[in-house]
């Protein structure tokens, strides 16, 4: 019989692997990775720079280690570029088809790059994945001053990560605020104040027009004209749902590839979960979702069609510097966000309906068990 076979070994694709096997010892089970097949844990490569933690530090398994975890044939740097769902087979770049009794794409999100002129525009680093990491890691070996274009999530956590690991720090951004999408402007604000108090320059409101070489180092040109000089920039942009095989197969996408709640796609036996999958209308690329839908994949890939559930699933952005805990509202038109100081110099910002119910909130500073109030005062995000 034809293995399942899951395109995919970042986390997403590994969590479907290991509670699948919770389910079912037996039915061979394939994953197909362009990457090295290494276990890790992505959210660790924005907080690994203070700790001096290598790349190899970060791999909890290497491709063998995983094959022999989750009883299953890992095969790694194979980059599948075709899938029949009507032969219910896949393509490798190397031509070989492999055939699949069920297939899950767990492919991730890709980083958006923002045009850039210049000669060094392609210097600029992103860092998606553990090979990323390993480049960047490389690349500021000897970097005194970092450059990152972007103040979200991923961005402001590299900031505080580099500041920790001795270097300085720029970030720019055309928002007015960091974390623009999820916080409202008085944390946000706030949240620039403790960056800024610890060092992180923040350059608000405005974008990176070009990279040029200048001498050994780069110079970031800014759209007003202003110049910053600096040994290394990094692309924290923001991530899209890696769609483009999902869409030459023919499947059904929109902002990421389409899938109900038992996470099945428009073709029979094809499902997909993680940062490339849009559950439901939404696009979820962090953890706590994809660990929900591999846990529910699983016992559906096991005989048991089981519908996905998210509870409320506040993210906790890993800036020590300024910590927050954000679960931001479904939609910032059905209520009114309100502010608490605390006497720790915490801030809570509460979004509350017109009912009084809590539907968002975002915690700077503070205790962990007032994140975990609020988290149970909230709605499940799909009950
Ligand atoms: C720096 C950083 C920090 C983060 N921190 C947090 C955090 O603190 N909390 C949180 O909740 N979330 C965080 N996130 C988001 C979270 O890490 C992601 O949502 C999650 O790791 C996505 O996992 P995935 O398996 O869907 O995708 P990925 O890990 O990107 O895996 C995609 C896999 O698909 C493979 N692939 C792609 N195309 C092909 C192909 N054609 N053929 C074969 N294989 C293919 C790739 O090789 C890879 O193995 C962070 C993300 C980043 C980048």
């Keep these: 019989m034809a293995p399942i076979v899951i395109l995919g070994s970042g986390l997403a694709g590994y969590t479907v692997a290991r509670e699948f096997r919770k389910l079912d010892a037996a039915t061979p089970l394939t994953v197909v990775t362009r990457d090295d097949g290494a276990v890790y844990s992505k959210p660790m490569l924005s907080n690994a720079l203070a700790g001096g933690r290598s790349a190899a530090a970060l791999a909890s398994a290497d491709a063998a280690g995983a094959a022999a975890q989750f009883n299953a044939t890992v095969r790694a740097h194979r980059e599948v570029t075709a899938i029949d769902t009507g032969a219910r087979s896949v393509t490798l770049a190397n031509g070989e088809r492999l055939e699949y009794s069920q297939l899950v794409l767990a492919l991730g999100a890709d980083p958006i790059r ?28 000897h ?26 720090v720029d970030v720019i951004d055309p928002a007015p605020w960091p974390l623009g999408r999820l916080v409202p402007e008085r944390v946000g604000r706030a949240m620039a104040a403790k960056l800024g108090a610890a060092g992180v320059n923040l350059r608000l409101g405005t974008t990176a027009a070009a990279v040029e070489r200048a ?41 990421g590839i389409v899938v109900d709640r038992q996470l099945r796609t428009s073709a029979p036996g094809v499902f ?19 660990m929900n839908a591999a846990r529910a994949l699983a016992k559906t890939l096991a005989g048991q069609p089981t519908d996905v559930r998210y509870p409320a699933m506040p993210v906790v952005v890993k800036t020590p510097a300024a910590p927050l805990a954000v679960s931001p509202p479904a939609t910032w038109a059905q209520g009114n966000w309100h502010f608490e100081e605390g006497a720790d110099g915490s801030l809570a910002a509460t979004f509350v309906d017109a009912q009084g119910g809590l539907l968002g909130f975002a915690l700077l500073g503070g205790a962990p068990a007032t994140r975990q109030a609020l988290t149970r005062r909230l709605p499940a995000v799909l009950d």
């Design 215 to 255: 001498g050994t180092r780069l110079r970031v040109q800014l759209a007003g004209g202003e110049a910053i000089d600096t040994d290394a920039v990094l692309s924290a942009i923001g991530l899209r749902p890696r769609t483009q095989l999902a869409q030459t197969t023919g499947l059904t996408v929109n902002r």
């Design 114 to 141: 923002v045009p850039l002129a210049g000669d060094a525009a392609d210097a600029v680093m992103q860092v998606n994945d553990l090979a990323d990491y390993a480049r960047f890691l490389a690349a500021i070996e």
């Design 143 to 168: 970097a005194t001053h970092v450059t990152i274009l972007g103040a979200g999530l991923i961005g402001c956590e590299f900031a505080n990560d580099l500041l920790a690991s001795g270097r300085r």
């Design 272 to 290: 997909a979960l993680g940062d490339c999958a849009e559950v439901e209308g939404q696009v979820l690329p962090f953890v706590m979702p994809l």
